[in-house]
């Protein structure tokens, strides 16, 4: 029987050797086993070529319904999220069809239908960026300021940055680093590789990891503790805790009035002094965070714009969003203590030299990705419970998506509310405050003294009105917005939490496959015993940062709703106290 | 030079002798003079025949300039509204082309445009019914019940009941009834009739009476005095008020279960009995009201509705209706004091016998339309000034015709708004609701102990936005319902006083044309001293009844004003309340 597989993506050939397929298209495949994430095979046409595996779906039984019913246990109404293509089973042989391939071809992302956006695999919604990771003189280039400003933090499959050399062959720094950082790493040629080159397992460093490729020295200070808490693993708590405050955003120039940027007043808690940091340096540091550490949820920073940057209402957005981030680092136990982090808030920001010093280190650090996990210090006791683990994993995993369809939700029907809010509501009230000015008007006609008093209530009722119009136009800003800052960063969490569920299954795939080597006498019991440690060090680390989301989640969320709330009482409040006012001009009427 | 006139609204001929004419076209005259309020002329196409009077505008000068002219000084931006008709210099030569005619073609109306109606002649909105008064014997049907209700009181234009014999014959009985049953009146030749028959000021008796024609014994009882109050004329004040209740709207059968009805427990205070009333008597004592008084507003009654009259919605809203209605009458000096509404209120509903008997006296009362202005006495003193009264009389026609354009928009923005409130703003709310909701739904997956308060205060956030969002959809029932109530019977009064306006217009008429004729030698003194001292008693009436609607409206828009702030003050902090509710359970998550 021919191996059949169905098209999820149209897929245009750019290249020769390639054809094009289009969506839902049923073609032939000549092998299961993609060649550098794609396949050969045969499209409906007749026509002979590659095209990427990842976007084609092999079809093991060759009947439209087994189809559909792959389709349905895949992601029930949810498929379209961006939690579809977390295979439920984690991580299975690499010639599975379940594995998601993904292709240099990256150009070629599928285009997005009206609402939902199609599934995107999982390693294409958070790549690591490093393209950033420039030389010091590229750092003072204005890309910030440049219009052709084309990725944006925080927005899943948009932030994939090609580092290709002129030849067209793709470094992907990250994914190779660890390996050929760490000179004296074995290869553990009995545990297969993912030969998906760009899988978020292997460009985390996870998977030379869990092989024992990883290999650095660990000073005492880069030790990242987990402990046991109440709740299980958590990270331990920065014993310095501090916090930041973002204030002042100012116009700023140089180059003789040349250039213009926006400078952010940063003031911590721990230090003397206060920073000044732009936009970009924001980003870098970003950069440099999630290069870093492969299992840790990083705030994403504000979205980049390339129009409108010195309006006043981008600018607040823009702290705004900056302030919730700093709170999520300085709240984070790890995040608020790295290096680069403490470099970009306390290098003196006067100290050109002092800065580029802690820059260049930063960038030359090299416990990072696949290195990072040997800085984790799991707690004494016995390892963590395998099935444990991977329950508590599948159960962060449905709780990640059903918290990102409610956010999503929220975000669409608060930003609705508060559209209508400005337009509808303002209207009807205020149309409602003209009728009652009209017949104010109308009845001072009358040259009756006795109605005088009458007239103005009305004339008075009619501008309350109006003015409770003008609240609910203004109202969003000081209830909505805020809550939407919120579900803003909480969105960007969401989107990096696939890529880490992604790491820790892998991990635990590969302690599956060793266990199996074993009995089957292909690995030798010790090392497969290193897998299984090195895989509950992931594990712990997981888990703790699973255990450290829920609770500033909950801390956020509490407070935001207060903070709602609160705001919408003292809305309602002002239109009651402007009612009476209205209704205290009759008393004498 | 050939006589023109424009076409006002479109007239489709109906039989033989007549010729379709259609809105703005220029129609050729044979004559200025109306044949039975008829005009025979030739039409666009050279068609000639008969058309009738009330439906084109005699073109004074051939230029479209002037038609432009004319119209922009009839009525500006309000040209549309029902007030537009009205002449501006009261009543001149019955021969001028600015007497509206009323023919007996009533049923070829013009056909209302989208917005506003077009202009309807004045004394087609108001003319007195009297199809009701009819036999004892008929009293009985249950044309209330009757699903071919066509005519709608307080509806303009919709009211003219027709009491055409099979003849095509019209009768009106009202108009002819004042000269025939004063049998020793005098004829005044040297005074010129008003040849339009269908004028108000003809068909109330107004006219009759200041030619002094009417006659009749009054009776100390029946005299209604005028007194000089603080601010004018104004009815003497009933000394004996009282106020009259309508519950307990209750379905009743008769023939065995044959017929249903409403029946209303109307509760006078000073009588010892309560009374049932069904809506249909409410009719007829509405019908014994507006033939009896010509310069009085009688409130309108709720409208008839031929389906639906058992739903509770209906009988809820027209006993409102009634309610409001009961306390006009009983507020009004004059009407609360009148027989008919003395039987109406304390006849014995269970006997039968002495209801027809006050029944048949009512109907059979010769101190109606013209022999009503014999029943009053104005106060002792000088006579009104005729220049003082003619701009009084001018400002309250400008009062009413703004204060009807107000309640007419009033009334829209807030029927507008209700709707609104009941369908987008409670939808908005719920939706709010249901995201949080959802939001709380995906934090209870998390499993985490410490976030069991937090996922139970969204949840309850949730249903707090769906409450309000039912607060808003009931909230209209409580305030634009009541608010709307008392519009409509304003609109009615307002229906009322184009009317009331025309009949002391064409007193005043009279009064100059008597100077007039007696400075030409064509009138004796005495008998324009005569003119005069009626129209003298019409002025007072009608100040006095002028002065009594700005006192009751001052007293009600007062009252509904308040009412309807308060109902939205509690509204507001209902809102308020149940997010203070909502936020507290944030204080233990």
Chains 1, 2 share one sequence.
């Not at 993506?9 to 290249?15: K, P």
């Not at 205020?430 to 109605?451: C, H, I, P, R």
Request: negative net charge; hydrophobic residues 30%.
């Amino acid at each position: 029987m021919a191996l059949k597989a169905r098209v999820l993506y149209d897929f245009n050939s750019e290249n020769p050797g390639e054809v094009s397929v289009n969506e839902n298209e049923i073609v032939t495949l000549y092998s299961e086993q993609d060649i550098e994430g794609w396949l050969e095979g045969c499209n409906s046409k007749g026509e002979r070529g590659l095209f990427p595996a990842s976007y084609v779906e092999v079809v093991k039984n060759d009947t439209g319904s087994t189809l559909n019913n792959n389709n349905s246990s895949a992601g029930d109404n949810h498929q379209g999220s961006r939690y579809s293509n977390i295979p439920t089973e984690g991580f299975g042989d690499p010639s599975s069809s379940t594995v998601q391939n993904q292709t240099d071809n990256l150009s070629k992302t599928p285009a997005t239908s009206p609402g939902f956006p199609p599934p995107v695999p999982v390693h294409q919604q958070h790549i690591y960026q490093d393209a950033s990771h420039g030389s010091d003189e590229d750092w003072d280039d204005d890309w910030d300021d440049s219009s052709t400003v084309a990725d944006e933090p925080g927005v899943a499959g948009g932030r994939y940055q090609r580092d290709f050399d002129g030849n067209g062959a793709s470094i992907y720094r990250v994914s190779t680093s660890s390996m050929s950082r760490g000179g004296n790493a074995k290869s553990s040629a009995t545990v297969s590789r993912n030969l998906n080159r760009f899988s978020t397992f292997v460009k985390s460093g996870g998977e030379a990891f869990v092989l024992g490729e990883a290999a650095g020295f660990v000073k005492d200070g880069d030790k990242i503790c987990v402990v046991m808490g109440q709740y299980g693993p958590e990270w331990q708590e920065n014993p310095y805790p501090f916090t930041c405050t973002i204030d002042d955003p100012t116009k700023q120039t140089k180059f003789k009035g040349m250039k213009s940027y926006i400078a952010y007043k940063l003031t911590p808690t721990h230090t003397p002094r206060q920073v000044n940091r732009r936009y970009k340096h924001f980003d870098w540091l970003y950069a440099r965070l999630v290069e870093k550490f492969p299992v840790i949820s990083v705030p994403h920073i504000p979205e980049k714009q390339a129009t409108g940057r010195f309006e006043e209402d981008f600018i607040s957005k823009r702290r705004r969003g900056l302030i919730w981030w700093m709170n999520h680092m300085t709240s984070h136990p790890v995040l608020s203590k790295c290096d680069v982090f403490q470099h970009f808030l306390t290098s003196n920001s006067t100290d050109e030299k002092a800065w580029k010093l802690g820059k260049r280190k930063a960038e030359k650090d090299e416990m990072v990705g696949a290195n990072f996990f040997l800085t984790i210090a799991t707690p004494s006791g016995p390892p963590l419970d395998l099935v444990e683990v991977e329950s508590k994993i599948d159960g962060f995993k449905a709780f990640t998506k059903k918290m990102d369809d409610s956010v999503v939700q929220v975000n669409t029907t608060t930003n609705e509310f508060a559209r209508k809010q400005i337009t509808w509501f303002k209207k009807e009230y205020q149309k409602v405050g003209q009728s009652f000015k009209v017949l104010g008007n109308a009845f001072e006609l009358d040259q009756q003294t006795y109605s005088v008093g009458l007239n103005q209530a009305i004339a008075y009722t009619g501008e309350a009105y109006e003015a409770i119009g003008d609240y609910f136009a203004e109202q969003p800003r000081l209830d909505v917005d805020p809550l939407m800052d919120l579900l803003q960063l909480y969105q960007g969490h969401l989107t990096n939490y696939p890529d880490i569920i992604h790491v820790q299954k892998g991990a635990l795939t590969k302690v599956k496959e060793s266990q199996k080597h074993v009995e089957e006498g292909k690995m030798d019991a010790p090392q497969a015993e290193g897998v299984k440690d090195r895989c509950n060090i992931i594990s712990f680390a997981t888990l703790a940062e699973i255990q450290h989301f829920h609770q500033i989640r909950v801390r956020d969320f509490k407070a935001q709703m207060q903070q709602y709330l609160t705001a919408q009482i003292g809305f309602f409040q002002k239109i009651t106290g402007k009612l009476e006012e209205a209704l205290q001009k009759y008393d004498n009427a």
